[in-house]
Nanobody
């Protein structure tokens, strides 16, 4: 079994910054892609940013230039640095990881529990 533990959400004023973290633990052989989705009230879940094990990144157009995704493979952790936050960034942010599990070396998609980010004055 694998668990993803998120941290770093909260309330911030427009123009402010937050850093989200997501640490994976458990029966991990290797982690391939990791990333973040978000879901605002009444909207579908959308991809925010993703990063491969080699460090290649992909961003939603709405966050390019403001958000930066990174990872520490030694710690099985992915980060999302969010700068110049806007009210429309308000959402629950979910991390995910494509994990090759030790039990059978299959790739399984795991999700974090979600962390609330609220951008408001």
């Amino acid at each position: 079994q694998v668990q993803l533990m998120e941290s770093g959400g909260g309330l911030v004023q427009p123009g402010g910054s937050l850093r989200l973290s997501c640490a994976a633990s458990g029966s991990i052989f290797r982690i391939n892609a990791m990333g973040w989705y978000r879901q605002a009230p009444g909207k579908q879940r959308e991809l925010v940013a993703a990063i491969t094990s080699g460090g290649n990144t992909n961003y939603a157009d709405s966050v390019k230039g403001r958000f930066t995704i990174s990872r520490d493979n030694a710690k099985n952790t992915v980060y999302l640095q969010m700068n110049s936050l806007k009210p429309e960034d308000t959402a629950v942010y979910y991390c995910y990881a494509n994990v090759v599990v030790t039990s059978n070396l299959r790739t399984v998609l795991y999700w974090g529990q979600g962390t609330q980010v609220t951008v408001s004055s």
